[in-house]
């Protein structure tokens, strides 16, 4: 079992950055792939980024490459998920996920086993 807390979402204009951090506590953090994903009011939950567990892989949904980067911290217990450009349409719930062991779809929000409770990023024009 593991548990993830969010923090660092708020209330920006288009064009600032804000920086996301999942922590995590609980078993062995270097030992799972850990993503990010969003949830739109109204809509679906989609995926942003998502790290393997070395770090040595990075996936990034199109509509954010080039403008968020994802990291972790094994030392720290941490992902974090840097936003840079911020646009309205980034506007949603973000939540930061960890896989553990089996088959990992990084994309695939149904492939992770553990899930935080989530951060507001709000995106004013």
């Known amino acids: 079992q593991v548990q993830l807390v969010e923090s660092g979402g708020g209330l920006v204009q288009a064009g600032d950055s804000l920086r996301l951090t999942c922590a995590a506590s609980?078993?062995?953090?270097?030992?799972?792939?850990m993503g990010w994903f969003r949830q739109a009011p109204g809509k679906e939950r989609v995926f942003v980024a998502a790290?393997?567990?070395?770090?040595?892989?990075?996936y990034y949904a199109g509509s954010v490459k080039g403008r968020f980067t994802i990291s972790r911290d094994n030392a720290k217990n941490t992902v974090a998920l840097q936003m840079n450009s911020l646009k309205p349409e980034d506007t949603a719930v973000y939540s930061c996920?960890?896989?553990?062991?089996?088959?990992?779809?990084?994309?695939?929000?149904?492939?992770?086993?553990?899930w935080g409770q989530g951060t507001q990023v709000t995106v004013s024009s």
């Open positions: 790290i393997s567990w070395s770090g040595d892989s990075t």
């Open positions: 609980g078993r062995t953090f270097s030992n799972y792939n």
């Open positions: 996920a960890a896989k553990s062991n089996g088959v990992w779809n990084p994309r695939s929000d149904l492939t992770y086993d553990y």
